[in-house]
């Protein structure tokens, strides 16, 4: 039986069961998130979870939250670079899966921010996640959500984008996060 690596853009081979710090890193994030469309690919035009961690970090910011939890923001999805991105629904009937990926996120956060986040600090970034979330279903899929529409700071923008252009964007936000 193979093991249960993948190699990553900068060459490295993670073991999604085991996931050491030192096999991630934020190139590959960035690459990978670029790439990766949203909503399992179920949209009218191409919009990345690199671009929506963007928006996300971008409205930590606009909110005067911390710079950790800017930085948080923009790293929320990472596990997606490993583990590619699975629609809520489906993550809702596959708890082997959440398992992984909560394991995966708070080694995410460890490294990048030192600690995990706090039941606090999820909290937060979950309202703005879901605030995202209502604006993907309505302008990329046309759906109507049963909520009001979330007040945001920064509109989401869905031009469609290169993803080289994406992934530069990406890893200079995380710069200037850890440069502040």
């Not at 800017?70 to 999805?77: E, S, T």
Request: charged share 25%; glycine share 4%; net charge neutral.
């Amino acid at each position: 039986m193979m093991p249960p690596l993948i190699t990553t853009y900068t060459g490295k081979h993670f073991d999604i069961t085991r996931p050491l710090p030192e096999a991630i890193c934020i190139e590959d994030m960035a690459h990978a998130l670029s790439l990766i469309c949203r909503g399992n690919g179920h949209v009218r035009s191409f919009y990345s979870v690199g671009q929506h961690c963007l928006q996300c970090a971008r409205e930590a910011k606009a909110r005067g939250l911390s710079r950790r939890l800017v930085l948080a923001a923009l790293l929320h999805d990472g596990t997606e670079c490993y583990m590619s991105d699975v629609p809520r629904p489906l993550k809702e009937v596959m708890p082997i899966y959440r398992k992984t990926e909560a394991g995966l996120v708070a080694v995410i956060y460890r490294k990048f921010l030192g600690t995990p986040l706090t039941a606090a600090e999820t909290k937060i970034l979950k309202t703005i996640d879901d605030a995202f979330l209502w604006y993907d279903l309505t302008y990329l899929l046309d759906d109507q959500p049963d909520t009001p529409q979330p007040q945001v700071c920064c509109p989401p923008d869905y031009t469609v984008r290169p993803f080289a252009e994406v992934e530069r964007e990406y890893l200079a936000f995380y710069k200037h996060c850890r440069e502040v």
